[in-house]
């Protein structure tokens, strides 16, 4: 599975942006879908995640209630909507997906290592 993601960019803090991963090479369809991201000197973190399992939505507490997570097996896509952007979000945005998502527990869905395979990245900057 080849994943492309696009959509990030410069934002003012409150704005928001639509992050899309697309995936070829196979159906994805049973996949976990997530993505992650990563800022300047810090870990790769968990940011939302889509269950291959039951469609159930993950997300971290720090992005709750403003990011959207979706996908369309038929078209090989997954989207993040983001907005009330803020500044500590700027990172770079990784989708990833893992082929074992049917088995997986919601605590696994939300772990990194987990993700088969992952995006290029896409760069979020969101201003003050």
């Known amino acids: 599975v080849q994943l492309q993601a696009s959509g990030g960019g410069l934002v003012q803090a409150g704005g928001s942006l639509r992050l899309s991963c697309a995936a070829s090479g196979r159906t994805v369809s049973g996949y976990n879908m997530g993505w992650f991201r990563q800022a300047p000197g810090k870990e790769r973190e968990f940011v939302a995640a889509?269950?291959?399992?039951?469609?159930?939505?993950y997300y971290a507490d720090s992005v709750k209630g403003r990011f959207t997570i979706s996908r369309d097996n038929a078209k090989r896509t997954f989207t993040l909507q983001m907005i009330s952007l803020k500044p500590e979000d700027t990172a770079i945005y990784y989708c990833?997906?893992?082929?074992?998502?049917?088995?997986?527990?919601?605590?696994?869905?939300?772990?990194?290592?987990?993700?088969?395979?992952w995006g290029q990245g896409t760069l979020v900057t969101v201003s003050s």
């Open positions: 990833a997906a893992d082929p074992l998502g049917r088995s997986r527990s919601s605590s696994a869905t939300m772990r990194p290592s987990n993700y088969e395979y």
């Open positions: 889509n269950s291959g399992r039951d469609n159930v939505m």
